[in-house]
């Protein structure tokens, strides 16, 4: 490339396929494509995944027993050997000069294919010893290959690719040789790198790859981390400001009778976290712009009557409200929940000859029958339905309202962007519904920033009083799990109920449902035979599903075998005990959700977590639960475990921007990136002034994505 050519930019390298260069052939490319490296572009943004500094590890000689430390060492010999149960044992003896440590594995077969002798490895964990030998039980294990340098990058590299670490840095060193010469062209407003003293994105990029010194690769890493955050929110305040502009919204009264009414007739006095929660929305809802408010809560925090004063705000004003949930299942709970929360709640209505009229609420889902659900269709047109629950058939094109005001979204975690989208544009055509999501999930306020776009956030961090704590145990061996069936018998004795949750098996509701049905055998020919079992699942038609819920609910039944639809929304409070079987096939916020269904009467509630997990981190999973009934402090070890995945969710998983941006550890850089991006944004709204960072935005967020970022 001449020298005359103007600095690289992030475009520049987005259009160099990978195979120019050097090294990179076909095979290499085939790789390469696998890990999703096509471009110099992805594969200078293919950052490691961790730094090891070498000049801190410990020869194996001077390991004494309890020391934790890093340890460099070859591969001098592998086995594996069957346990007791299903368990194995793999060990793997490295060794530097004449000295050797033993790794073991428990049940991960796979170490002994990984590990083969002769590989170089760096692996950290605590040693041990066991007859005389130096050990390291369930060791960080980094494939490291022959390295110099003394500051070792360590890239995310996928075992079936191919790819080493070594060919990742040999092609990385070979795309920054070839880039010196013009360098990388720098975005950021000279005034902002100098207000937080950032390194320049040349320096970043070499810093972050290739350092001399761990103190290097944190400036890069901060320099780049910055980027990633300020694209993002660049982005999402732009849209913001541009909705602000341009929707105009209903402005909405929370003084009135109905909502007053709706108040008074609770059976208990809201608690400090609702009531704020409440003024919050109120708030939005009076101002003529759009609401798009989060309404954060842990399980049984009492979310639905704020989004039910929600709804009646928009019902007193003459408007519609309309509550969406993510199955027919939960929709239905919903429906049966508000409706016995409202009762005979009359709204005001000086045109009718008694000043009252009752509040009509309906269930609109695709198992309401073809003639009743013509005539609900027939009045949310005219206006005579006021708040509608169901699923997105809500927002089908066939559903029209007179005047959707407020909409009520309980995201838990399966809602998508697209349709909250189009339920957005289900309001007056003159006038945006505001909207409120739910969600139990609970998040960090900054990135909820970024997750949930430009929504605000309330929070309900306080517990309704007189919830009683739930024991958690966890189940591993057969006679552990016999130990569970006789305490659910214990407990039906003693006049309570219970959950059991099925395995979850894979991607398909049918085998959930095979494996629930199996369940319900098993159990009630064998160690449940004596008990009332009824089964719930997605598939059984919604009225045999409401009968054995209110069977269930009124005790006709001891113990309720279900699928996950029992998940959310169900309240019985004489059910004080919760079985779930294979439970480290679940998440853990999932598991949060499910224990949520007990412990929610004045009794003392016992949940069972069953399982004899394959893995380190299912055993982490069931080991948090065990340990906290806070959804916080667990959605904390689950960030811990999963990283992003928690809070970026399934739906956005490799479709963004934040490569080496941690919403948890970088979460102080989120609050300053949306700070500069405000100042930037405000005053140049469309980026006309900064093109560089306009096209960074362009390249790397995309419209998709930033749909997806916005959400609502
Ligand atoms: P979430 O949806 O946040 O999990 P819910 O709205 O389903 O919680 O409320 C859980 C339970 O707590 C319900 O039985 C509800 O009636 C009750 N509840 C809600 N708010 C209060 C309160 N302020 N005091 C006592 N009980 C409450
Ligand atoms: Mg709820």
Redesign the pocket.
């Known amino acids: 490339m001449p020298a005359g050519d103007p600095p690289l930019t992030l475009r520049d390298l987005a259009e160099m396929p990978v195979n120019r260069l050097r090294g990179v052939g076909e095979k290499k490319e085939k790789s390469l494509a696998a890990a999703e490296i096509r471009t110099v572009l992805d594969l200078v943004q293919h950052y490691p995944r961790r730094h090891l500094d070498r000049t801190r590890e410990a020869k194996i000689a001077d390991l004494r027993k309890g020391d934790e430390a890093t340890v460099f060492g070859e591969v001098r010999s592998s086995g594996t050997r069957q346990l007791r149960g299903r368990r194995t044992l793999t060990e793997v003896v490295i060794g530097d000069g004449g000295h050797q440590l033993t790794l073991t594995f428990f049940n991960q077969r796979w170490r002994e294919k990984q590990l083969q002798p002769g590989m170089t490895l760096m692996v950290h964990g605590k040693c041990d010893f066991f007859r005389g030998n130096r050990q390291m039980t369930g060791p960080v294990v980094d494939l490291v290959g022959n390295q110099t340098g003394r500051i070792i990058p360590v890239y995310p590299q996928s075992e079936k690719s191919g790819l080493l670490t070594r060919d990742l840095q040999t092609f990385i060193e070979e795309a920054l040789a070839r880039s010196s010469v013009r360098g990388f062209a720098d975005p950021l407003p000279d005034a902002v790198l100098d207000r937080f003293d950032f390194v320049t994105r040349n320096a970043a990029i070499k810093g972050i790859h290739n350092p001399e010194t761990m103190a290097e690769k944190d400036e890069a890493r901060r320099r780049l981390v910055f980027d990633e955050l300020l694209r993002v929110q660049l982005e999402l305040v732009r849209r913001k400001r541009r909705i602000e502009r341009e929707t105009a919204g209903l402005s909405h009264s929370l003084a009135g009778e109905l909502v007053d009414r709706f108040h008074e007739r609770l059976p208990?006095?809201?608690?400090g976290a609702?009531q704020r929660a409440i003024g919050e929305i109120g708030a939005d809802l009076a101002l003529e712009r759009p609401m798009h408010r989060l309404l954060q809560?842990d399980?049984?925090?009492?979310?639905?009557?704020v989004a039910v004063t929600a709804l009646l705000a928009a019902v007193q004003g003459g408007h519609q409200g309309a509550l969406m949930a993510p199955t027919e299942v939960l929709a239905e709970q919903h429906h049966l929940?508000v409706t016995s929360?409202l009762g005979d709640l009359m709204v005001p209505d000086p045109s009718t000859l008694m000043g009252d009229r009752p509040l009509r609420v309906e269930l609109l889902t695709n198992r309401v029958g073809a003639g009743d659900r013509r005539k609900i269709l027939a009045d949310l047109v005219t206006g005579k339905v006021d708040i509608v629950i169901g699923t997105h058939a809500l927002i089908q094109d066939k559903v029209e309202y007179a005047s959707l005001g407020v909409v009520v979204i309980d995201e838990q975690h399966r809602f998508g962007v697209e349709q909250r989208a189009a339920l957005r544009d289900k309001g007056d055509v003159r006038a945006a519904p505001d909207v409120l999501v739910m969600t139990?999930t609970p998040i960090p306020r900054t990135a909820a920033m970024t997750v949930y776009g430009d929504l605000d956030v309330s929070v309900?961090d306080e517990l309704?009083?007189?919830r009683t704590p739930i024991d958690t145990t966890w189940a591993r061996t057969e006679d552990e799990t016999a130990g569970v069936w006789s305490a659910v018998r214990d407990e039906v004795a003693g006049g309570r109920q219970a959950y059991v949750v099925c395995p979850l098996i894979g991607e398909s509701d049918a085998l959930d449902v095979r494996s629930a049905t199996e369940t319900h055998e098993e159990l009630s020919g064998g160690e449940l035979h004596d008990l009332r079992l009824a089964l719930l699942h997605g598939q059984m038609p919604s009225a045999e599903k409401a009968d054995v819920m209110e069977r269930f609910r009124s005790g006709d039944i001891d113990v309720l075998i279900a699928t996950t639809v029992i998940e959310v929304g169900v309240?019985v409070p004489n059910a004080t005990v919760m079985v779930v079987l294979d439970a480290d096939r679940f998440g853990i916020a999932q598991l949060h959700q499910l224990r949520?269904r007990v412990g929610?009467g004045q009794a003392e509630s016992r949940c069972f977590l069953v399982g004899d997990p394959s893995t380190g981190d299912g055993e982490a999973r069931i080991e948090a639960l065990e340990a906290s009934t806070d959804g916080f402090a667990l959605a904390e070890v689950d960030l811990d475990l999963r990283g992003e995945g928690t809070i970026m969710g399934e739906r956005q998983k490799g479709r963004n921007d934040l490569r080496l941006a941690s919403l948890v550890t970088d979460r102080e850089w989120v609050g300053v990136a949306r700070e500069v991006a405000m100042e930037i944004i405000d005053a140049d709204p469309e980026l006309e002034a900064h093109p560089e960072l306009a096209d960074e935005i362009a390249l790397l967020l995309g419209d998709d994505e930033a749909e997806f970022l916005m959400k609502s």
Do not use: E, I, N, Y
């Open positions: 208990f006095p809201l608690t609702q809560g399980v049984g925090s009492g979310k639905t009557v929940g929360m139990a309900l309704p009083p007189g309240d949520g929610r």
